[in-house]
């Protein structure tokens, strides 16, 4: 899934789906809640778990902005998995650095932001 097709499902939402998503995103992240004690995760559901047991009961329109949601976050490597390797150019120079580079020495973290 694309940002863009992402970013157009979610901003089709009406006021009241988007509250209705927020409710629904807030019961995903609730550890205590309803839902997430039937999950399996440490007492927490995952959004894919809530959509197949509450799916049918949210509108069309919460439904597919929840199904965004979840492609986007199924992309990607998961927990656990080596991502692939990528090389960036440093800042201020031409040097380039990889992914490979740190593996085995200490730990990244990669921050990714707009500054516009």
Known sequence: MQKAQRDSVLSRLSGADRQNLRR????????????????????RVTPRQLLETYGAELPASVRSALET???????????GEIP????LKRLGTEER?????FQGRRPVALAFGSYT
Request: charged fraction near 20%; avoid cysteine; aromatic fraction near 2%.
């Open 97 to 101: 650095v990889s992914l490979a580079d």
């Open 24 to 43: 629904v995103i807030a019961a995903i992240q609730e550890p205590t809640g309803t839902a997430s004690r039937n999950g399996a995760n440490g007492g």
């Open 84 to 87: 692939p390797d990528f090389s």
């Open 69 to 79: 949601i979840i492609a986007r976050d199924e992309t990607g490597p998961k927990v």
